[in-house]
């Protein structure tokens, strides 16, 4: 086990919310599962909501989400029970900010190359004296369930911090980002991780760089105490990779109906 850090975290906090699904079933191992969602709709997010899944990733680096439909999402699936997280589109503080003030769960940050950048991430995902995050909403509390002082007391400890390895600069540098107080859980990214590894994506998946960065990301994190996690493109991915995982996210929303519509025309067609 790597360092401790002198604040609690969502790794090591002993505040008990029942709203925080995705967090309370990754601190009691029951393997929670998340899908993205990249598509701007409220009723989307709520449908997706009412699968039965622990975790949405609103999509703001990829998907066609921005600042109107990120608050509406968040607040409608915080509102059905459901962890809202929201990968964010670059490390910068305002966009931080204004990801944590929707009341989402946590934050996703894709292609984390160092530990000085995940530090910076975590510094401005924490209200002082931990971090620099500012307060003046009254929507975050919304999304937790809670007054604003009460989330002002506990969200530095509840919300998830994500870090994305998916370059190959973030493998190299995956033990000093995993040892980085206040970050929570290494999500593996394995479209990019491939392409900056081996020059195409999709990975077959038995590549040797690729397997041994794999490795090298999940054993990061069982050293410093701190969940992996990755995408997977289906259920049965999913349920071979819950040895190794603590969640996976599984595949997405514009993937899913793209998946299910051709699967049926090919069965009318044939």
């Known amino acids: 086990m790597g360092s401790e850090s002198e604040y609690p975290t969502a790794l090591t906090t002993k505040v008990q919310n029942p709203r925080l699904r995705l967090l309370n079933k990754l601190r009691s191992g029951d393997y929670p599962l998340m899908t993205f969602v990249a598509i701007p709709s409220v009723r989307q997010a709520q449908i997706v909501a009412l699968t039965g899944l622990d975790g949405i990733i609103m999509d703001c680096e990829h998907g066609h989400i921005g600042d109107d439909a990120m608050h509406n999402s968040v607040s409608a699936i915080a509102a059905l029970g459901v962890s809202p997280i929201i990968r964010i589109r670059g490390p910068a503080h305002d966009i931080i900010k204004r990801a ?80 980085v107080p206040g970050v929570d859980c290494l999500f593996i990214g394995p479209n990019d991780l491939a392409q900056s590894l081996l020059g195409y994506t999709p990975a077959r998946g038995d590549e040797p760089e690729f397997v041994a960065a794999l490795d090298k990301i999940v054993k990061a994190g069982r050293k410093y105490g701190k969940w992996v996690a990755r995408m997977v493109n289906n259920g049965m991915v999913a349920k071979e990779v819950r040895s190794t995982f603590d969640t996976v996210a599984i595949t997405g929303d514009t993937k899913a109906i793209q998946n299910w519509y051709m699967a049926e025309f090919d069965i009318a067609r044939s």
């Open 100 to 179: 944590l003030d929707t009341g989402a769960h946590g934050i996703m940050v894709p292609q984390i190359n160092n530990a000085k950048e995940a530090q910076q991430i975590v510094d401005s995902s924490k209200f002082p004296p931990q971090g620099v995050r500012g307060q003046g909403s009254a929507f975050p509390a919304i999304g937790h369930g809670l007054t604003t002082p009460e989330y002002m007391k506990t969200a530095n400890q509840t919300i998830i911090t994500m870090i994305q390895i998916e370059t190959k600069a973030g493998v190299e540098n995956v033990e000093a980002i995993a040892a």
